[in-house]
T-cell receptor
């Protein structure tokens, strides 16, 4: 069966520090991968999606970047965090794209 | 652009039925989804409906789709305290993207 992992589960970082969040998927090949951000009390905002290795599309201009160095690995990064980057970051995958499955999320607090 | 709207809050008594409503703007939506998010957790896919269907039932869950009005609803029968969560409506068009609503926070009162 397919599983999706995210780490770390929680992270507290100072403003201006770098960020690296990792997402890996098991049990499937060539998935579509997604990064979402959920700000406190708000819905989901799609940040990036990827249909293959090194193929990344960005939905909104922002302080973050994404990379997909391997088929089932999706990384969200920042060189310098802003206070507004705080939120709950969710990775998701889909194959055939009629269902999308989410990871457990990473709660990022920028101080 | 595409937009999905939901009311933000709903309160019901335990044992009553809950109805969570959603409207969307994209007439090319192929699939429509309901997700559940419990506190501090990721999203759990509850059910989805293909756009050429108007109803889908799965145990206590009933999804109704009015494609003409672009209206989707989720009915939870015999609502329990464990149903308290945020429920997200989402739609997918012919592309690779999913568009989510803001979520409806369901509170189940004893």
């Amino acid at each position: 069966s397919q599983t999706i992992h995210q780490w770390p589960a929680t992270l507290v970082q100072p403003v201006g520090s770098p960020l690296s969040l990792e997402c890996t998927v098991e049990g499937t090949s060539n998935p579509n991968l997604y990064w979402y951000r959920q700000a406190a009390g708000r819905g989901l905002q799609l940040l990036f999606y990827s249909i293959g290795i090194d193929q990344i599309s960005s939905e909104v201009p922002q302080n973050l970047s994404a990379s997909r160095p391997q088929d089932r690995q999706f990384i969200l990064s920042s060189k310098k965090l802003l206070l507004s980057d705080s939120g709950f970051y969710l990775c998701a995958w889909s194959v055939q794209a009629n269902e999308q499955f989410f990871g457990p999320g990473t709660r990022l607090t920028v101080l | 652009g595409e937009d999905v709207e939901q009311s933000l809050f709903l309160s019901v008594r335990e044992g009553d039925s809950s109805v969570i409503n959603c409207t969307y703007t994209d007439s090319s939506s192929t699939y429509l989804y309901w997700y559940k998010q419990e506190p501090g957790a990721g999203l759990q896919l509850l059910t989805y409906i293909f756009s050429n269907m108007d109803m889908k039932q799965d145990q206590r869950l009933t999804v109704l789709l009015n494609k003409k009005d672009k209206h989707l609803s989720l009915r939870i029968a015999d609502t329990q305290t464990g149903d308290s969560a945020i429920y997200f409506c989402a739609e997918r068009d012919y592309g690779q993207n999913f568009v989510f609503g803001p979520g409806t926070r369901l509170s189940v009162l004893p």
